[in-house]
């Protein structure tokens, strides 16, 4: 058991750590906000801002 | 009148992804399983060797001291090492009418969509 | 759902953050590239000698300033996340749009899961360095992806941010090294011999051949426009950010040529995994070889970083156009990024960078990079066809037009001969998947998608139509 194999644990625990933490708060937001406002994002709003079409 | 999609199930959702996942992996991996994958080096090393066979001058063979060869047997099949580039034309006009028809394929369907898509959007062709 | 216009009194619509600027997009472009110049470019000295590599280094130059030029047009007008993707679903069409979707998708992840690679074989080299041979790679290359996946997740000023930093240390550390060198600082000295008693162990058909692994040097830098949601003014940044990228990586690449071809033999040079830190080691001097172990490191971090923002804003534009499931098209409310893409492509970025052999995905990456670029010529010219000069308001016209374009498509059936010298298999399984790919998207998924939604930039009829 040397460094490189505390190391090589270590980096098993922080990609689990990561991977949770990611997981974890995706499950809280998808649980938390209505799904139609987290995919309401629109391509071009900026150019629509400046002007607008009609359609 | 405006081209109305009907909302996709869940099911069907996750359904149209493993189908990409599936298609990505399999174009990855069948070269690899069928052994067609990767080009390889052959080596043709020759008796004896000493540097100067090698062709490795003094100052080429410091350099290769400084990376932890200071045998030339060790690097007798490296530096000999070439490619094979010799190829069959057959399989060059197959790639090429693959790639291009591919092109003209995709470009023609597109602009089918296309004039669906800018018709609903500016309305009908004034002619 | 079914208003998607925005009107007074409607709630407030999620939106990725404006926050970048120029500096950023530099971050961006030159920080997925600048791993080019630590590995993989020394493959083309090893398919064609050192002179090849030297012209695969400068005509490579050369299709990626006529891909700089032609992008930053048709970018600073068409200012969409998705980059490409939203440039050719507005010019040529929605099955080429979801094509050049999957070409950089695929593009991105592969090349991240190769930097991921690297990262484990350049831990492991060191480890053997001290004596602890058989290092467990794995739990390393997992941890590179996550830990940037949770950066990204976190939002993209940090993330680009930390990519400034970090580039520019991997970037310095090779003019560092030029500049020691060169001022005669090295053990053993530059020897260029080569170039003359040997210059060309294959002809001219090693220097077609070294063009394959020429386009590593420059790999990735049209990947600015894909931040074109998150750049405060993408009209002036984009084109701005991408130029000084692509000066930066000239620059950058005939200096790493000069010096890894200076003082390491080509035949070496042309197998090495890590060249710039190997030409360190020749050098013998140890705090170069801790900077360039350091920019080695550096360098694939930022562009594994880069490559996970741009594929996650291609992937999130995908689903947003329900090109994909429209849950892939979600923001994070408070973080403001593509949340569910980032994570969706963690798992895929795992599979490429623990299961295949690096020279695969790299020549997949640089396939869909290719196959990508072409898509460019004629999407250029459509553009200009579609909405002559003067019709619509462009950010940036590159002078010179058709001229880029022509080059940019000789030199591209260039590179699909290199690359099919040798990796001919690939090339064909790679189209064979497009094929049946677009197939499935006009037939089946198509269906799900709203047609005139699809055009959403403020612009006249195109021509013709």
Known sequence: ???????????????????????????????????????????GEIEAEAERHVI | MAYKPPKQSLGGQIFDVLTLLVLTVGALYIPLYLGLAGAAKTPAPIENPTWEALGQNANEQAQWAALGYTDPAAVNDMITARFDYSFSWSALIIMAVLVIGYFILVVRLSDKEYRDVIEERFGPKEE | ??????????????????????????????GIVLVGEYMGWNFSVGKGGMIAGLVACWVAGLLYTCVAMIDSEVTSTVAAAGG????AKHIVGPLMAFNVGLFLV?????????????????????AGLQGHSGLNQQPFIVLAIMFLAWLNYRGVLATLTFNLVITAIAFLAIITLFLVVQ????????????????PMP?????????????????????????????????????????????????????????VCSGLIPWEYLGQAGTPLFD???VTGNSSLMVLLFVGTMFSTLASANGCINDASRAWFSMGRDRYLPIWFGAVHPVYRTPYRSIVFLVPIALIFALGAPLDQVVTFSILSGLLGYTFMTFNMVMFRNKWPLGSIKRGYVHPFHPLPTIVLLLLCGTAYFAVFLGYGTQLIAMTGFYIVASLWFHFRRYRYVRRGDQFTMPWPRPEGY
């Open chain 3, 106 to 126: 695929m593009a991105y992840t592969m090349l991240e899961a190769g930097n991921a690679i690297t990262i484990g074989f350049l831990l492991d080299t060191v």
């Open chain 1, 1 to 43: 058991m040397d460094t490189w194999n505390i190391l090589e644990y270590a980096a098993w625990a922080l990609s689990a750590l990561f991977a949770i933490l990611m997981l974890s708060d995706m499950a809280r937001i998808d649980t938390t906000y209505d799904n139609d406002l987290l995919t309401s994002s629109r391509e």
């Open chain 3, 1 to 30: 759902m079914s208003n998607t216009n925005a009107n007074a009194g409607q709630p407030a619509r999620l939106q990725l953050l404006r926050v970048l600027g120029p500096a950023h997009i530099w971050a961006l472009g030159v």
């Open chain 3, 202 to 258: 294959y002809g001219w058909v090693g220097i077609i051949a070294a063009l394959h692994f020429g386009l590593w040097f420059y790999l990735g830098i049209e990947g600015t426009c894909q931040a074109a949601e998150e750049v405060r003014s993408p009209a002036r940044s984009l084109p701005y950010g991408t130029m000084a990228g692509i000066m930066t990586l000239l620059i950058a690449a005939t200096m790493t040529w000069y």
């Open chain 3, 84 to 87: 490409q993707y939203a440039q």
């Open chain 3, 279 to 281: 030409a360190a080691r």
């Open chain 3, 183 to 198: 001022m005669g600082g090295s053990a053993v000295p530059l020897d260029f011999s080569a170039v003359t008693t040997d």
